[in-house]
């Protein structure tokens, strides 16, 4: 902040404006007196008067007077100029086709995933009967596959809204997997230190390379694939998914669902 007013005070902002300003002057001449700070911007004094405007129009240049070309010569140019954007346009190539998402080439599943993301959005009541089962019914395990994530640096967080921006920050920079994923993240405790646990339905049988790639929050996580042949695994599923508390025998802080 200091830094970005430095050019302010010291190039356009005369004292006459940022009198206005008091609580910003004295935050200014405080930092910038700083022996680090000022080692480094040196003495600083604010600008006196504002810098001229230069003008929009540009000097006259004077006109140069160019022999003209004779008739003949001009058409012999104006037919090689056609000639060469010609052969210009040939050479061009084709644009490329965007390449497609693997994802997108896999075999057809009978999950659709916009049917389940919106039969959890509309159920309000009876949430077991209702959407916990329709998502068994919908769930295609050659189509999906279901994943654990659990935060690798839970005693950092200390402090309850920093971990539910942390959380809150890591689900808007998986935006790009939307189309081919659903979430539940849960943020978990009473007392800090907060854990971070989630749920994730992902399209395929890995998580998917370009999310790995580009989402830098993933190796912040142990990622484990859910066994749905272990009952505990498919509860501990049902429990996220509806949001359980207790979970785990702790209270819920805060759940998140990406959907």
Same mark, same amino acid.
């Given at each position: ?22 609580? #910003? ?6 930092? /910038? ?14 600008? #006196? ?20 070309a004779e008739p003949k010569k001009e058409a012999?140019?104006? /037919? ?31 999950? /659709? ?15 077991? +009967? /209702? ?75 890995e998580i998917p390379q370009f999310v790995i790639? +580009? ?19 498919k509860e501990r599923v049902n429990q996220m998914?509806?949001?359980? +508390? ?14």
């Amino acid at each position: 902040m200091t830094c970005n007013l430095y050019l302010g005070f010291s190039r356009i902002m005369t004292k006459s404006f940022t009198s206005e300003f008091p609580h #910003v002057e004295r935050y200014f001449w405080t930092l /910038v007196n700083q022996p680090k700070i000022k080692k480094i911007l040196g003495e600083v004094k604010q600008a #006196v008067s504002l810098p001229p405007v230069p003008s929009k129009k540009p000097a006259a240049q004077p006109k140069e007077t160019k022999p003209k070309a004779e008739p003949k010569k001009e058409a012999k140019k104006e /037919v090689e100029k056609q000639a060469a954007k010609a052969e210009a346009a040939e050479e061009e190539e084709a644009p490329k086709p965007k390449p497609k998402n693997p994802l997108d080439l896999l075999p057809p599943s009978k999950m /659709v995933l916009d049917d389940w993301k919106r039969l959890y959005s509309n159920t309000k009541t009876n949430f077991r +009967e /209702v959407a916990i089962k329709g998502f068994w019914d919908m769930y295609d395990p050659e189509g999906y596959s279901l994943w654990f994530c659990d935060y690798k640096y839970n005693e950092e967080n200390t402090v309850s809204y920093v971990t539910m921006n942390k959380v809150g920050g890591f689900l808007q920079r998986m935006d790009l997997a939307r189309k081919y994923a659903f979430g539940k993240m849960l943020v978990i405790g009473a007392n800090p230190p907060f854990k971070v646990k989630g749920l994730w339905l992902f399209r395929g049988q890995e998580i998917p390379q370009f999310v790995i790639d +580009e989402c830098y929050d993933m190796e912040l996580y142990e990622w484990k694939k859910v066994d749905l042949s272990d009952a505990a695994q498919k509860e501990r599923v049902n429990q996220m998914i509806e949001d359980c +508390e207790p979970f785990e025998g702790e209270p819920l802080l805060d759940a998140k669902c990406f959907k």
